[in-house]
């Protein structure tokens, strides 16, 4: 059985640029969640993705956007970076059906640094 | 909207201890499942032990074990026999039955398990 992994594991970018993470959910798994943990801090929910769409959202504004793909990987995308932007990003995989229970699994992370 | 509170930035203990970790949490929903994760300076979020909230039972896993007090939002981390591979962030965290909403955490409590 294959884990979430993300990629890349690192980044810096400016302020301004624009980025993608990209994250391969865990055999079997058809939900997607993304994360932003801040340094110190717990995570927060950004977006869920089931069936190619965004499922549910977080307090984030609108340049934090999202992709699935058929075969349920995803890719987070955040416009005009700032740089409380700079944080680790996780992503999360589940399973959805139904009402049931949607335990998830996380990747390791890709660490953010905005310059 | 939901909050998770962990009122224990950092805790020490030596091994082989017993430790209790706190988290309370504030929601109006009837269904509902709480998570304690363990992420340790790998990064990755693992889970420990999972609760749903309409079982009145403790949920156990091997060394780690909760109080659930549901009437009074509580629900406690034990960690018996403590090692020094459980040195890590704590965080628990709130899900809404059906998970579109994604996981709330608290802002984590720092085990140290000192030899």
């Known amino acids: 059985e294959t884990g979430v992994t993300q990629s890349p594991t690192h980044l810096i970018k400016t302020r301004g640029q624009q980025v993608t993470l990209r994250c391969s959910s865990q055999s079997g798994h058809n939900t997607v969640s993304w994360y932003q943990q801040a340094l110190g801090q717990g995570p927060q929910f950004i977006f869920q993705?089931?069936?190619?769409?965004?499922?549910g959202r977080g307090n984030f504004p609108p340049r934090f956007s999202g992709l699935q793909f058929p075969n349920y990987s995803s890719e987070l995308n955040v416009n005009a970076l700032e740089l409380d932007d700079s944080a680790l990003y996780l992503c999360?995989?589940?399973?959805?059906?139904?009402?049931?229970?949607?335990?998830?699994?996380f990747g390791p992370g890709t660490r953010l640094t905005v310059l | 909207a939901q909050t998770v509170t962990q009122s224990q930035p950092e805790m020490s203990v030596q091994e082989a201890e017993t430790v209790t970790l706190s988290c309370t949490y504030d929601t109006s929903e009837s269904n509902y499942y709480l998570f304690w994760y363990k992420q340790p300076p790998s990064r990755q979020m693992i889970l420990v032990i999972r609760q749903e909230a309409y079982k009145q039972q403790n949920a156990t896993e091997n060394r780690f074990s909760v109080n659930f007090q549901k009437a009074a939002k509580s629900f406690s981390l034990k960690i018996s026999d403590s090692q020094l591979g459980d040195t890590a962030m704590y965080f628990c965290?709130?899900?809404?039955?059906?998970?579109?909403?994604?996981?709330?955490f608290g802002k984590g409590t720092h085990l140290i398990i000192q030899p």
């Open positions: 993705y089931y069936r190619e769409e965004e499922n």
């Open positions: 999360a995989s589940s399973f959805t059906m139904g009402q049931g229970n949607n335990e998830q699994f």
């Open positions: 965290a709130f899900m809404k039955r059906g998970g579109a909403d994604g996981l709330t």
